[in-house]
């Protein structure tokens, strides 16, 4: 049986008030929970980060799928907006695994990305030995506290991509600036992968021309994903005792 990378919790949202709740406060437009699961975050008063989640909907409850590491902020931060609106938010005792083999039934596809394969909640399920990490960064996939950091823009991650974010909902926190943000002609910078001469540690500082222009977030072999301004960006980058010999930044194509 897979030991998934990253531990999750499983929240249920009830009351009757809980879809409207979460559509006030979210990235993405709660009522595609209907078509199956969706990824999301919550944004502070200024449009950066704080939290990202998967929802998915049985009968009337919604259920948050969540990093433990950030469950107890998140239900903590969400508990402050609830004021008088009828809404629970408890934890099950649901697991989440995910695979790339034949789906199961009641299983989920990772919206993110085709490639992620499936998401299954319930009792845990034998399935395929899989390298997350390695998958993830061939894909450019970010992960909270890896990557998509709490100073850090949705946009800038790539979170239109990874269909995290809807621009027809309304409105929701932090939805101004990242509209604002959207209709910039250009992001001056974000996520990019790169190609690295050697493994190196994680956090390295990324040089180019004597300047510090990003730095090395999550790495398999010689690939990783890094955190870069795009306008200081040369053919000669180096990382450490490492020398950078590609970059892609299309994790991040902002959809016309």
């Known amino acids: 049986m897979e030991v998934d990378e990253v531990a999750r919790a499983i929240f249920e949202i009830g009351g009757k008030d ?11 437009d709660v009522s595609k929970v209907d078509d199956g699961l969706v990824y999301s975050a ?3 008063p200024q449009g950066k980060f ?6 998915f909907s049985r009968g009337q409850a919604l259920f948050l799928d969540v990093t433990t590491t950030l469950a107890e902020e998140l239900c903590s931060r969400l508990s402050l907006y609830k ?31 085709p490639d992620l394969g499936w998401r299954f909640y319930g009792p845990q399920i034998a399935t395929q ?27 800038e991650m790539g979170f239109e991509r990874l269909n995290g974010v809807d ?7 932090g939805q101004e600036i ?5 209709h910039k002609t250009r992001l001056r910078k974000g996520l990019a992968l790169v190609k690295l001469s050697n493994p190196i540690p994680l956090h390295t500082l990324i ?16 690939n990783a994903i890094a955190y870069l301004k795009y306008d200081r960006i040369s053919d000669k980058m180096s990382a450490g005792k490492a020398e950078i010999t590609d970059v892609n930044t299309e994790i991040i194509t902002v959809k016309g």
């Open 83 to 113: 004021l008088r609106k009828d809404v629970t938010i408890e934890e099950t005792d649901l697991s989440m695994t995910r695979g790339l083999d034949a789906q199961p039934e009641g299983a989920f596809a990772d919206p993110r990305h």
């Open 167 to 173: 621009f027809r909902k309304g409105c929701y926190i």
């Open 18 to 28: 809980n879809k409207e709740f979460m559509q006030s406060l979210i990235t993405n």
């Open 129 to 155: 030995n899989v390298d997350w990490t390695k998958l993830r960064v061939k894909l450019g996939i970010p992960e909270a506290t890896s990557e998509i950091l709490t100073d850090s823009y949705i946009l």
């Open 178 to 182: 990242t509209a604002r943000m959207k």
């Open 50 to 55: 704080l939290y990202d989640f998967f929802l």
């Open 207 to 222: 040089m180019s021309n004597g300047k510090n222009i990003g730095f090395i977030c999550s790495q398999s072999g010689n």
């Open 42 to 44: 919550l944004l502070g």
